[in-house]
T-cell receptor, first 112, second 113 residues
């Protein structure tokens, strides 16, 4: 079964630091990769998408993709307490299934 | 702009009772529609997805079913709920033929007692 793996955490970082979240996936043909943020009791919110190898920056967020190593990461610069949430990695396996496979998420705690 | 509505927000049901959760999307046509379930502290499990009216794929054998009576309406049902059906149910949509970015509704927290 195709899998998306994330460390469950919690990952604790001090305010202002860089938070680094990692994700590995098993299906080599995967084409599209997404990071969602989920606050407790709320639905996931899309924060980043990445489709090609390298870095993609959007404000304080940088997504990094390495298809050869089958990992995708999310960096959050200048972490704020409001960034405390669970971050879900999602992969489109491009099998015609037309659905995303999600990791179980990494819980991030930003300490003020 | 596109919006997705999902209701109810919370639901407490006894074991063996029926279930109906509804989701509608506005501001787009021919969307792909999805039902996911999230158990406490767990990731999202795909239950059903639909690429069109009466075109529904089931991912996990279970006592749940889905229907799409209209292009932008997706319904999740059960005739008899089990304790294991408890969880956070999420409806989502994506642009058909797109890169499958999913946009989620606000979710339904279902507790089966």
């Amino acid at each position: 079964q195709k899998e998306v793996e994330q460390n469950s955490g919690p990952l604790s970082v001090p305010e202002g630091a860089i938070a680094s979240l990692n994700c590995t996936y098993s299906d080599r043909v995967s084409q599209s990769f997404f990071w969602y943020r989920q606050y407790s009791g709320k639905s996931p919110e899309l924060i980043m998408s990445i489709y090609s190898n390298g870095d993609k920056e959007d404000g304080r967020f940088t997504a990094q993709l390495n298809k050869a190593s089958q990992y995708v990461s999310l960096l959050i610069r200048d972490s704020q307490p409001s960034d405390s949430a669970t971050y879900l990695c999602a992969v489109n396996e491009d099998t015609g299934r037309r659905a995303l496979t999600f990791g179980s998420g990494t819980r991030l705690q930003v300490q003020p | 702009s596109q919006t997705i509505h999902q209701w109810p927000a919370t639901l407490v049901q006894p074991v063996g009772s029926p279930l109906s959760l509804e989701c509608t999307v506005e501001g787009t046509s021919n969307p792909n529609l999805y039902w996911y379930r999230q158990a406490a502290g767990r990731g999202l499990q795909l239950l059903f997805y639909s690429i069109g009216i009466d075109q529904i794929s089931s991912e996990v054998p279970q006592n749940l079913s889905a229907s799409r009576p209209q292009d932008r309406q997706f319904i999740l049902s059960s005739k008899k709920l089990l304790l294991s059906d408890s969880g956070f149910y999420l409806c989502a949509w994506s642009v058909r033929g797109g890169a499958e970015k999913l946009f989620f509704g606000s979710g339904t927290q279902l507790s089966v007692l």
